[in-house]
Nanobody
Framework: QVQLVESGGGLVQAGGSLRLSCAASGRTFSDYAMGWFRQSPGKDREFVAAISRSGGFTSYADSVKGRFTISRVNAKNTAYLQVDSLLPEDTAVYYC???????????????????WGQGTQVTVSS
């Protein structure tokens, strides 16, 4: 199975930016569709963004469209989430997730992910 490790979180002022990274190991990274999720205290984990195996297809939650960008570099076994124009309500622990994908264009549904990282904290101050 694949192991996932997130990094890049931190404390940032509203309007600021961060780039979150998800480093994968253990299996062939390009076999997996990738996703980002987040969870705030007292709230359920929510879907943020997803990217297909090839990187050619992406999907975003309405709340982050136009502000967040998901990408991947298969040669580096890494997925990224560029988070711009941050709002205090973006404060959460951000998790990356993976699932084996037979199709290079497939975008998984949120409940289909099988592997999860430990998360990285993003805190946005107002």
């Amino acid at each position: 199975q694949v192991q996932l490790v997130e990094s890049g979180g931190g404390l940032v002022q509203a309007g600021g930016s961060l780039r979150l990274s998800c480093a994968a190991s253990g299996r062939t990274f390009s076999d997996y569709a990738m996703g980002w999720f987040r969870q705030s205290p007292g709230k359920d984990r929510e879907f943020v963004a997803a990217i297909s195996r090839s990187g050619g297809f992406t999907s975003y939650a309405d709340s982050v469209k136009g502000r967040f960008t998901i990408s991947r570099v298969n040669a580096k076994n890494t997925a990224y989430l560029q988070v711009d124009s941050l709002l205090p309500e973006d404060t959460a622990v951000y998790y990356c997730a993976a699932v084996e994908a037979g199709s290079t264009s497939w975008i998984p549904r949120p409940l289909e992910y099988r592997y999860w990282g430990q998360g990285t904290q993003v805190t946005v101050s107002s």
